[in-house]
């Protein structure tokens, strides 16, 4: 299994990005998929996920700004990023979760909480400059 996850880079405040994270070689559709992020310094924590009825939940900050989505076949999610600020300087993870009983999927992003999922992209820099 892999997942590859790109389109961060460098924009100045008030700009947009939009990430993306391809997933192969699993044979099952993944229950939830998520969006982790880290700032230098600070540790992992939850952005956003997407369970496979395509419920969303997003951390607090993030909420009405960024948007997380999936192509129909469930091999690509999204994070669509808009209004960035310095805040969202980080290196960005996309993760996939087969575990059917995964109750994170349910809310652990709001707070921002971290989760051992199953599948991990290498992450992609998101830089955004005031």
């Known amino acids: 299994v892999e997942l590859v996850d790109s389109g961060g880079g460098s924009v100045q405040a008030g700009g947009s990005l939009r990430l993306s994270c391809s997933l192969s070689?699993?044979?099952?559709?993944?229950?939830?998929m998520a969006w982790f992020r880290q700032a230098p310094g600070k540790e992992r924590g939850g952005v956003s996920t997407?369970?496979?009825?395509?419920?969303?939940t997003y951390l607090g900050a993030v909420k009405g700004r960024f948007t997380i989505s999936k192509d129909i076949a469930q091999t690509t999610l999204y994070l669509q990023m808009t209004s960035l600020g310095p805040e969202d300087t980080a290196m960005y993870y996309c993760?996939?979760?087969?575990?059917?009983?995964?109750?994170?999927?349910?809310?652990?992003?709001?707070?921002?909480?971290?989760?051992?999922?199953?599948?991990w992209g290498k992450g992609t820099l998101v830089t955004i400059s005031s």
């Open positions: 993760a996939a979760e087969e575990r059917t009983d995964f109750v994170y999927c349910s809310g652990g992003a709001q707070e921002g909480a971290y989760a051992d999922m199953d599948y």
């Open positions: 070689g699993i044979t099952s559709t993944p229950y939830c």
């Open positions: 997407i369970d496979s009825d395509c419920t969303t």
